[in-house]
Structures are given as C-alpha cells and as structure tokens.
C-alpha cells in the first residue's frame, strides 16, 4: 500500500471539488484530489456552464433583499436561512475571486430568472456563464477532460449556451450573417478535429470544467484520475483520510484538517431513487444524462460514519425531460430537451393525446408538470409533436433542422412520424382523437399568438429561448399541415437536489444534527438550499461554487464563525 498525506483530500473532480481545491491552496493548503473516472469535469462537464449568483460583478441592478426575497418565495418551506445568508454573502465574492486569482473567466447572459414574475425575480443579471476556452492550455490533460455530451453537439461541436450563438444556428438557412458565422465554426471545428481528433474550442460547461483544471494545475494540485475512493478513515472520531484504489494499487491518503465528498450525487445509484424519484415508485423508468459514476459514493461513506441522506425536498433532483437516442448496438444516449420545447409550433402530449403544461417553462417546471400529469400511470412520458414546417426550422430532439436528413432517425425509431395526425398517433402509441382535438384546440388561438389554455409567451423566460421573428408570440404557431412528427419524452435529471445534511460552511452532519469531525460534503453531495425547486439558470453550479469557495476558506481558517444564520447576517 501506497501512503500520501496533505492537508485536504478532495474526492470528485467537478465543479464543487475543484471549486474547494482551489481555494484551500489558495490559502495555503497542500491539498490532493481524486478523481473515479478516467476524467476530470464530472457533471460540470456536461452542463450549460451557467451560474447564478445574485449580486455578481458582470449584472447590473440587483439587491440582496430581492434576491433573498425570491428565493423564500420559491423554495418555500424549504427555506433555508442561514445556507441563503451565505451564498448571497459570498456568491459575488467567490466570482471576483475566480476571476482575480485563477484562469476562470465568466461573461454575461441575458437568461432573465425562470420565474421572474414572482416577487423578487429579475428579467436579468443573476445568470453568468463561464468564457469559451481553448483546451490545448491543459496540455497532455488535455486527454483527461471530460468530453461533452455527445447528444448536445454537433460532430463533436459545441454551441454556447447563450442565445446570441445559438440563434446562428437556428437562422443558418435565412441569414447570411447566420451562414458565414456557422461556415467559420464549423471550419475550425474540422481543422481541430484533422489536428487533435477532438474540438479544441470548448464552451459551456465544458470551458468551466476546463478551467478549473487549468487552474489547478497553475496551483501544482495533484489531480488522481481513476482513483475511485473506498472507504474513509476515522480515528478517535476524526475522519482522518481515506482509502482509495490507484493503478491496480491501494492508495492510503492521510488528510490533516479534512475530507471533502464531491462525489457528484447519486443520480445512478439506482436503490436510493428507487426511493426518492415518484415515477421510478410507481414502476416508470428514468434516464439520466449525468456520467454514469455518480452512484452516490459519498453518500455511502458518509453514512458508515453516522450521516443522513434525508429525502425532503420538493423535488429530489433536477427534473430534465430527455429522449432516448439509439447509438446502435442496442445502445441508448439520452438527449436533454433544453431548447425544441420553447419554440412556436412544438407541443407536448400525454399518452392521452392532452397536452398537460405549458411546454415554455424550464426543465424542471416540465419535469414536474410531466411527473404530477402521469400521477395515476405506471409510465411518465410525453411526446413531442410538430408539423414538418416546424421540424424543417428548428428540428425535433436530436433531429436537426433542414438541410439535415431525417432517413436515419426514422428508420432507428427515434423519429415518429404520420401523413395524418391520426396515423402519427398509432405510430406513437398515443390516443388518435385526443390528439386531433388538441390540435384544434390550440390551433384556436394559436392563430392570434395566444396559448388559450396554459399561456405559453406569457414571460420573458418564456420568451427568452422561442424564435423573436414569431409574432406576435414568439412561443406560439399553429400546427399545420402534414406529415407531423414526435419524439417519445421520459424523465432524466441534472443532478440530485436532496443530499447530506451540512452545516453551512460543509461539515457533514450525523442523524444528531452534530458536525461529523474532519468530513466535508460540496456540490451535488451536498443537499441544496434551492429546496427542491429551479429558479433560473445555474441555480446549481452557482451554490456549488460558492460553498465549495466557502469550505476551502473554512478549512483553511478564514471564516471559522460562520455556523448561523445569525452569524452569517453579521458578516453581511
């Protein structure tokens, strides 16, 4: 057995373990991290890339009383004082720090929050994204860096997720502006490919995963890839380190001030959402595409020490519809539904041919409108419908718009498709005339701009992701003449909501409500102070950043008092 010590362990290499790694060598910590996958970047990697953070450096006009304001609006009883306190006390100061010391680099977005006619939302300014980035900076780890969900890009190319870029793509085939922006992307996109064999140009949360592993490597951290974690040391009620597996060997990792758990949540441990996911209760499926090792580890090993995953929140994880995509060989990718379901002509509907919601609200709103719709069904699942003309402009789910084929996706059964509704219908497995009287129904108002029945367009949210030459509802179109189209929609997530009970600056709590000695938990093993509801873009990589950038100060003495929600008033 091999025996390293430091000061920290961080285990998971995402944004909430690089996010405390970073700062507690700031400070003056000798720190190491490990890492279960081939791969740094965990969820990070795969995500949008967008923090929340009100009050942040690059917006403009918020105040901390709106902000805290709509955040007990939208979590509720969940309302968590003090965990609040501090992320709207150190959210802004953890971007400047970013931004000052390490080569993290954010810019903004125009996202306005998800609710933002609730009380304290804003139309905007709370929602940053991480700056592109060029990944031959990270050098031969350049090969370790997670690559993006493979579902979301185009041969290998990543879009940003502000609406600026991907408007170019939308508009290639009516823009000459659009074409000549699209022409040089994908030109460089091949000669990166010809040189490198992947995209070197990365954005999203790609360019944040990026990022953090380029400053860490500034820093001279040591980052174990394909270290998985197996048990944690404990002596004399301290944690103490952990037991790992490195190369085929047992790594011994003696931790002087602590341990921290970034595990990545437990969207695979397939036991504990058997538990806490209500349609995986009442027998559905779930499809998550988060990486497959976040299979609650750090859960498991906190709990050997006397902690609790309590399920409690509104919502257990972060609802995401996504669509199954066959990859051959009887292999699946799920493809998040993030931006068809905003767009004028694109309803969803039950088995019953219904539609349920308005299908212009985020991800998790859908999710969840999706989950309570299907309350009495064994299945949770919606299907996706449009008319050709609508496919043509803006695709369908992992179908891309014209001039791109669709022979391929129809043939694999991806893609449904019908002359008549009627004859979609049976090829969907869905009622025929609920179907057609739905689209009646909505074409009613349809014509006029106007969702009579669940008023999509009727925020800016909604609005923000639709097509601006639609009017007068950029959300809305009649469906029109055929052939029609659908994608089969079930339930994925972005990660969990519910997690291990912490203090606010991360000390793992056990079932007494008492600081487990030496053991720490960030990002997606940590519970979140959002309760189980999605206020806008970035509501998880914001808080993860900014409590990891809080633990790595606590761990390295900075901030020590900050245990209350008093105490954190104070400091504000």
Same mark, same amino acid.
């Given at each position: *057995?091999?025996?390293?010590?430091?000061?920290?362990?961080?285990?998971?290499?995402?944004?909430?373990?690089?996010?405390?790694?970073?700062?507690?060598?700031?400070?003056?910590?000798?720190?190491?991290?490990?890492?279960?996958?081939?791969?740094?970047?965990?969820?990070?990697?795969?995500?949008?890339?967008?923090?929340?953070?009100?009050?942040?450096? !690059?917006?403009?006009?918020?105040?901390?009383?709106?902000?805290?304001?709509?955040?007990?609006?939208?979590?509720?009883?969940? =309302?968590?004082?003090?965990?609040?306190?501090? %992320?709207?006390?150190?959210?802004?100061? *953890?971007?400047?720090?970013?931004?000052?010391?390490?080569?993290?680099?954010?810019?903004?977005?125009? =996202?306005?929050?998800?609710?933002?006619? /609730?009380?304290?939302?804003?139309?905007?300014?709370?929602?940053?994204?991480?700056?592109?980035?060029?990944?031959?900076?990270?050098?031969?780890? +350049?090969?370790?860096?997670?690559?993006?969900?493979?579902?979301?890009? %185009?041969?290998? +190319? *990543?879009?940003?997720?502000?609406?600026?870029?991907?408007?170019? %793509?939308?508009?290639?085939?009516?823009?000459?502006?659009?074409? /000549?922006?699209? &022409?040089?992307?994908?030109?460089?996109? !091949?000669?990166?490919?010809?040189?490198?064999?992947?995209?070197?140009?990365?954005?999203?949360?790609?360019?944040?995963?990026?990022?953090?592993?380029?400053?860490?490597?500034?820093?001279?951290?040591? $980052?174990?890839?394909?270290?998985?974690?197996?048990?944690?040391?404990?002596?004399?009620?301290?944690?103490?380190? &952990?037991?790992?597996?490195?190369?085929?060997?047992?790594?011994?990792?003696?931790?002087?001030?602590?341990?921290?758990?970034?595990?990545?949540?437990?969207?695979?441990?397939?036991?504990?959402?058997?538990?806490?996911?209500?349609?995986?209760?009442?027998?559905?499926?779930?499809?998550? #595409?988060?990486?497959?090792?976040?299979?609650?580890?750090?859960?498991?090993?906190?709990?050997?020490?006397?902690?609790?995953?309590?399920?409690?929140?509104?919502?257990?994880? &972060?609802? +995401?519809?996504?669509?199954?995509?066959? *990859?051959?060989?009887?292999?699946? /990718?799920?493809?998040?539904?993030?931006?068809?379901?905003?767009?004028? @002509?694109?309803?969803?509907?039950?088995?019953?041919?219904?539609? %349920?919601?308005?299908?212009?609200?985020?991800?998790?709103?859908?999710?969840?409108? $999706?989950?309570?719709?299907?309350?009495?069904?064994?299945?949770?699942?919606?299907?996706?419908?449009?008319?050709?003309?609508?496919?043509?402009?803006?695709? !369908?789910?992992?179908?891309?718009?014209?001039? +791109?084929?669709?022979?391929?996706?129809?043939?694999?059964?991806?893609? !449904?498709?019908?002359?008549?509704?009627?004859?979609?219908?049976?090829?969907?497995?869905?009622?025929?005339?609920?179907?057609?009287?739905?689209?009646?129904?909505?074409?009613?108002?349809?014509?006029?701009?106007?969702?009579?029945?669940?008023?999509?367009?009727?925020?800016?949210?909604?609005? =923000?992701?639709?097509?601006?030459?639609?009017?007068?509802?950029?959300?809305?179109?009649?469906?029109?003449?055929? #052939?029609?189209?659908?994608?089969?929609?079930?339930?994925?997530?972005?990660?969990?909501?519910?997690?291990?009970?912490?203090?606010?600056?991360?000390?793992?709590?056990?079932?007494?409500?008492?600081?487990?000695?030496?053991?720490?938990?960030?990002?997606?093993?940590?519970?979140?102070?959002?309760?189980?509801?999605? #206020?806008?873009?970035?509501?998880?990589?914001?808080?993860? $950043?900014?409590?990891?950038?809080?633990?790595?100060?606590?761990? &390295? @003495?900075?901030?020590?008092?900050?245990?209350?929600?008093?105490?954190?008033?104070?400091?504000?």
């Amino acid at each position: *057995m091999t025996t390293r010590t430091c000061d920290v362990l961080v285990i998971g290499a995402g944004a909430g373990g690089l996010s405390t790694a970073i700062t507690a060598k700031k400070h003056g910590l000798d720190v190491i991290v490990i890492e279960k996958d081939d791969c740094f970047g965990g969820t990070t990697a795969f995500s949008g890339g967008v923090l929340w953070v009100p009050g942040n450096p !690059l917006g403009n006009g918020d105040t901390t009383e709106a902000a805290r304001t709509y955040l007990r609006n939208e979590t509720g009883a969940c =309302y968590d004082d003090a965990g609040v306190e501090a %992320f709207l006390r150190y959210g802004p100061q *953890m971007v400047e720090f970013f931004q000052r010391e390490t080569a993290v680099s954010f810019v903004p977005t125009l =996202y306005p929050d998800y609710h933002p006619q /609730v009380e304290g939302g804003v139309d905007g300014g709370r929602s940053i994204l991480a700056a592109p980035f060029d990944i031959r900076a990270l050098g031969a780890d +350049m090969a370790r860096l997670r690559p993006p969900l493979k579902t979301i890009t %185009f041969i290998g +190319m *990543m879009f940003n997720s502000s609406n600026a870029d991907l408007k170019h %793509f939308f508009n290639v085939t009516r823009s000459l502006t659009s074409f /000549v922006y699209v &022409a040089k992307r994908l030109l460089t996109h !091949l000669k990166e490919l010809a040189l490198y064999r992947r995209g070197t140009q990365v954005t999203s949360g790609n360019a944040l995963a990026a990022r953090l592993v380029k400053s860490a490597q500034d820093l001279g951290i040591p $980052m174990l890839t394909g270290t998985p974690a197996k048990q944690l040391l404990e002596d004399k009620g301290r944690v103490r380190g &952990a037991l790992a597996s490195h190369g085929g060997q047992e790594l011994r990792i003696e931790a002087r001030r602590g341990v921290v758990l970034a595990c990545g949540g437990f969207s695979h441990d397939l036991q504990r959402i058997r538990q806490a996911y209500p349609h995986l209760r009442r027998g559905g499926e779930h499809f998550s #595409p988060v990486p497959s090792s976040n299979t609650g580890d750090g859960a498991r090993m906190a709990e050997a020490l006397g902690a609790k995953v309590d399920i409690r929140l509104q919502a257990a994880a &972060a609802w +995401m519809p996504v669509s199954k995509v066959p *990859m051959g060989g009887g292999r699946e /990718v799920a493809f998040p539904h993030l931006l068809d379901r905003y767009k004028p @002509g694109v309803i969803g509907v039950l088995r019953s041919g219904r539609r %349920f919601t308005n299908e212009s609200e985020s991800y998790h709103d859908v999710g969840a409108a $999706m989950i309570e719709a299907c309350a009495d069904s064994k299945e949770t699942a919606m299907w996706l419908v449009c008319d050709r003309r609508t496919l043509a402009k803006y695709g !369908l789910g992992y179908a891309k718009p014209a001039p +791109m084929p669709l022979s391929p996706l129809l043939r694999n059964g991806y893609l !449904l498709k019908g002359d008549t509704l009627a004859e979609l219908a049976r090829n969907a497995g869905i009622d025929a005339q609920g179907l057609e009287q739905t689209v009646r129904d909505y074409n009613l108002g349809a014509r006029q701009g106007q969702d009579l029945q669940f008023g999509r367009g009727s925020t800016r949210f909604n609005r =923000y992701l639709a097509d601006p030459a639609q009017q007068p509802n950029p959300c809305v179109a009649p469906i029109g003449e055929g #052939p029609y189209y659908a994608v089969k929609v079930v339930m994925g997530d972005l990660g969990t909501f519910d997690g291990l009970r912490t203090s606010v600056v991360g000390e793992v709590l056990d079932a007494n409500q008492q600081a487990i000695d030496g053991l720490y938990a960030v990002g997606n093993d940590r519970a979140s102070i959002m309760g189980g509801n999605y #206020p806008g873009a970035g509501i998880t990589l914001g808080p993860i $950043m900014t409590f990891g950038y809080i633990t790595g100060r606590h761990l &390295a @003495g900075v901030d020590q008092g900050l245990d209350s929600a008093a105490q954190a008033r104070e400091v504000a």
